[in-house]
């Protein structure tokens, strides 16, 4: 790792409040961050994405002391008395912004050899207030570390920005003192350090700060004030109740713009260039310049379009709005603008998800243009998604199609039999319950998230959630930024965002129903626009979804925390209001953006219908249980648990951490030879009886058949029988009947079928393959052919409960399999049946 990027990353730490120990560590020891960034590196070369265990120790540790380090800065913080930080020269303050700015972009160039640590879930403060309510303040005024709550701080840029986690540059107040601004959770939408981000943030830029936060860095030599809510400033531009009242003690840094300058075709060149923020900008600066009603019309056209590109669908829809309705005031417009306003008015009512809505305005633009393809195709794409809404009917094979080339599925949200009804004792006071008896299988809820986050492009970042005191997904940093972005264009969302149980400290603010979004009022023009960014990061930590899967069918629970850092995040309105439970009765499965509810087992009416919002085997079950459960999990699991007992319980982690990983890996080059060898297997299998009656002890005589530690065990034990010997054939298909049970599953087998009552709580992905296992080793005995059948069609049951498919799906997506376990004549019969 190169010294200025070193030095520009712990810079950064120190901007981000960690403490100076923890950077004279790292940066004494640089072979750390360098043996962690190549670590992930060579995994991911490799395709194995888990770093190496050693790796794996280094980064908790390391994120541990960073932690520690932050939650020391903000005690020490608490304690100190508000104080007013000296003046510093100008000269050396814009030194210093010019070497961070440098060595951000000298980051940025490297790429995959950032490392970052983040943290959410700490205090963290957020303007409620409208300008109109609040009074001036300067710099010599402010303290820190304090709020300035009813102030506002007019600034203006003097210094080009820089972009690591924040945006950062040099502004004067109107008494000429400069200070660091620091700006959090705002949307750049791909826009980094260099020209395009001098563009947007450009010398002599004035803005006003709501009740802004002095702050000290870590180290204690440098003051900023630091906004973590991206609503907390405003641009003043003409127009702005302030443009003409304030005056600065200084002249500004740069000439403004002629009266002449031609915003719209900056706009245009930003836009033709896919920079769709700085063309919004532009066509925004140009609005601020004029008074030709001709003018703003046609810049508001162009800006509705950018504004769809950046998914601003509220934008959109009032810039759309005030075309037409200028349209039909008189005010002249250039060719076809009302069939284009109106096209873009359909798209935004979509994309906001008002498809009655959206609908109207396609039908209205195949009246302008009957010839109109984006007309017909937009009025078809609504037809299905009401369809999909009404019925919820989808097309699997389709989506998971698409799920393999788009980053985003286009589907309307389905409600079945299920809705939210007030509960005592629950965290939110809610839960959901069904509306009549449902049949293991029955898709409950079908909705698309109300905002995704990717996982950090290259590099590595490590990402602590203080709420829950555990690692967290890195994506999850993006998901608070995209949602900051939602609100910000559509207060309408803010209150069903706030409506989420965010934990003790952010209790729902609204009772919320399952249609809640799609009933909401249309936003109104001109709506002052709060985020509250504390707020929104715990409801993220609570009830934040992986996402981004290109397939329905699930990882291995023990490989879920692995998968999680690299997963995405989204968060879904209805699937928020489930409540969890380590053994739930419904499950859920993400298809990019999309979320599939489907019920485990069956559900009587008026039942009460969870979701597991941590999977079984994750390490970190008990610390996010005792963050959102303080008197502990009542679900059937938890309670096994504490019949177990926690000493039986870290007994039975060090056996499987140890004596069984090593059976796993000698299984593991068993298979890796050309032949089994009749010796080494049972070899293996004596050694893994023991290890398995070890197990076994740990649990209590009335711990539940659920049992999911015990899943893997049996069906490796299954796997060490010999398929070829009749003697153990039936004992492997006891045991993988043991480890389908263990994970949560339950079968009731007769002479001529096996009925599937519930799929797996854990593991799920494995079911199938284990069912059509047994139908193998049927198959291998020529006494039993109709046992071999009746297991295939128990697979095919068991992948309908899981993912709903049809015969030919449900072969295509086991074909694998089908071929490995040799029983494709099998499969061929059970379907001609």
Known sequence: MSSPDLEALLRMAATMGLGPDVIKQ?????????????????????????????????MQDLLKQHADAARAVAEREKRLPPRHPPRKDRDDQMREMEAGRRQAMEVQSVGEKGFQFSFIGMPKASSLVPLSKLQPIVFDEMQVTKTHEGRYLAVRIVSRPAVMVGITFLAEDVTGRSEVIAIYNLDLHGIHAGPDLDAFFPLGTILVVREPTFKMNANGTMSLVRMDSPTDFELVRPGHPLFSTLSFATPPPVSPRTDDFDFKALGNK????????????????????????????????????????????????????????????????????????????????????????????????????????????????????????????????ELEKLAETQTRLDVGDFIGPIKVVEMQGRGGGRGVVATRDIEAGEVLLVEAALG????????????????????????????????????????????????????????????????????????????????????????????????????????????????????????????????????????????????????????????????????????????????????????????????????????????????????????????????????????????????????????????????????????????????????????????SIKALTAAGAVLEETTAKVKVVAAPCSDPCNAVPQLLNIAHRYNRSPAKPQQARKWVMAAFEMNRILYGDDWSRFVERYVEDIKAFKIESVVKDCGAI
């Open 26 to 58: 790292v940066r004494a020891n640089p072979d750390m961050l360098r043996r962690l960034a190549e670590g992930v590196r060579a995994s991911a070369s490799s395709g194995i994405t888990s770093p190496a265990s050693s790796t794996e120790t280094d």
């Open 452 to 735: 995704v986050g990717e996982p950090p492009k290259g590099g590595m970042m490590l990402t602590l959630d203080f709420q829950t005191n555990t690692a967290t997904k890195p994506s999850t940093l993006d998901l608070v930024l995209k949602l900051a972005s939602r609100i910000s264009d559509d207060p309408t969302v803010a209150p069903l965002v706030y409506g989420l149980h965010g934990g003790a400290r952010f209790p729902p603010s609204k009772t919320l129903a399952f249609d809640s979004f799609t009933e909401r009022p249309l936003p109104v023009e001109g709506e002052q626009q709060f985020v509250d960014i504390a707020r929104l990061e715990a409801v993220c930590s609570t009830n934040t979804f992986s996402a981004g899967s290109t397939q329905l069918v699930d990882i291995v629970d023990e490989d879920a925390e692995r998968v999680m850092k690299k997963s995405a995040s989204g968060l879904f309105l209805g699937a928020s209001l489930f409540n969890h439970s380590c053994s739930p009765n419904a499950r859920w499965s993400p298809l990019r953006n999309v979320m599939v509810i489907r019920s485990r087992t069956s559900i009587r009416q008026g039942d009460e219908v969870f979701l597991s919002y941590v999977a079984p085997l994750d390490s970190r079950r008990p610390q996010i249980l005792q963050s959102h459960f303080p008197a502990g999990c009542k679900c059937s699991l938890c309670l096994g648990e504490a019949l177990d007992g926690s000493v039986q319980i870290a007994r039975r982690a060090s056996l499987k951490k140890t004596d069984f990983a090593e059976i796993q890996k000698a299984v593991e080059e068993l298979r890796a030879r050309a032949t089994l060898e009749p010796k080494s297997l049972i070899r293996l299998r004596l050694r893994l009886q023991k290890i398995l009656r070890q197990l076994e002890a740990t649990y209590s005589q009335k711990h539940g058949a659920f049992r999911p530690e015990m899943a893997t065990v049996y069906h490796t034990m299954g796997e060490l029988t010999d398929p070829t010997q009749s003697s153990t054939r039936d004992e492997g298909n006891r045991f």
């Open 270 to 397: 930003y836009f033709v260039a896919k920079k769709d923020l700085l063309a919004v900008k532009a066509y925004t600066d140009g609005l601020a310049h004029t008074l030709s009603p001709e003018v703003s019309l046609l810049l508001r056209l162009n800006r509705s379009q950018a504004h769809l590109r950046l998914e601003n669908f509220a934008s959109a829809y009032h810039d759309s709005s005030f075309v037409l309705k200028q349209l039909d005031e008189g005010v002249s417009g250039p060719p076809q603008a009302r069939l284009k306003a109106t096209i873009r008015l359909a798209r935004a009512f979509e994309g906001m998800r008002h498809l009655t809505l959206a609908l109207e305005q396609f039908g209205k633009v195949i009246k302008l243009d009957t010839g109109s393809k984006e007309g017909a195709e937009g009025k078809k794409r609504i037809e299905r998604k009401l369809r999909e809404r009404d019925t919820g009917g989808y097309d699997w094979r």
